[in-house]
């Protein structure tokens, strides 16, 4: 069985509908600090840029840690905003974030961390220009335009994990 959760509605709404004809997969909207399951239910949790900015994000592992069972393991994949030019693109548009003290938060919280050399491909360049506008500030996303030839884009990204 897969368990969605999505904080903002319309996407949780978009997902349900791609989901409705698979039997085993539900979708909720709900916050990661208030999951709606069951404690000790869940043998796999996986976050998606959920959790990047560390600090702060303690709510949301707490509540992990309530509903991933004994023997359980949970991921996180997240932007590693110290690798490429994503990463350099990144923290222009988020100069506030600090990769030290996001590291010695995970380190803190006993999460295991592994770089992932990712790859963004588009089949039109329209599509890559639509994700860098989303992705950053409009001046930033310019820049990353003009300095991404092609249709495929370096996307360095961290895996992180824990057992329970």
């Given at each position: 069985r897969v368990i969605g959760v999505e904080p903002h509605g319309?996407?949780?709404?978009?997902?349900?509908?791609?989901?409705?004809?698979?039997?085993?997969?539900?979708?909720?909207?709900?916050?990661?600090?208030?999951?709606?399951?069951?404690?000790?239910?869940?043998?796999?949790?996986?976050?998606?840029?959920?959790?990047?900015?560390?600090?702060?994000?303690?709510?949301?592992?707490?509540?992990l840690s309530r509903v991933v069972r004994r023997g359980g393991a949970a991921f996180v994949v997240d932007l590693d905003a110290t690798r490429g030019s994503f990463g350099r693109w990144f923290s222009r548009t988020v100069p506030t974030y600090s990769p030290g003290e996001v590291e010695a938060f995970w380190d803190r919280q006993g999460w295991q961390r592994r770089p992932l050399d990712l790859t963004m491909a588009f089949e039109?360049?329209?599509?890559?220009?639509?994700?860098?506008?989303?992705?950053?500030?409009?001046?930033?996303?310019?820049?990353?335009?003009?300095?991404?030839?092609?249709?495929?884009?370096?996307?360095?990204?961290?895996?992180?994990?824990?057992?329970?």
């Amino acid at each position: 069985r897969v368990i969605g959760v999505e904080p903002h509605g319309d996407l949780a709404g978009l997902a349900r509908r791609r989901c409705a004809g698979l039997a085993n997969v539900s979708v909720h909207a709900a916050a990661a600090q208030d999951l709606p399951l069951p404690d000790a239910s869940v043998d796999v949790a996986m976050a998606r840029w959920a959790y990047f900015f560390g600090p702060g994000c303690e709510p949301g592992l707490r509540e992990l840690s309530r509903v991933v069972r004994r023997g359980g393991a949970a991921f996180v994949v997240d932007l590693d905003a110290t690798r490429g030019s994503f990463g350099r693109w990144f923290s222009r548009t988020v100069p506030t974030y600090s990769p030290g003290e996001v590291e010695a938060f995970w380190d803190r919280q006993g999460w295991q961390r592994r770089p992932l050399d990712l790859t963004m491909a588009f089949e039109r360049r329209a599509d890559l220009e639509a994700v860098l506008r989303i992705e950053f500030a409009p001046e930033v996303a310019e820049q990353a335009i003009a300095e991404t030839p092609g249709l495929e884009l370096p996307y360095p990204n961290v895996l992180r994990w824990r057992h329970y």
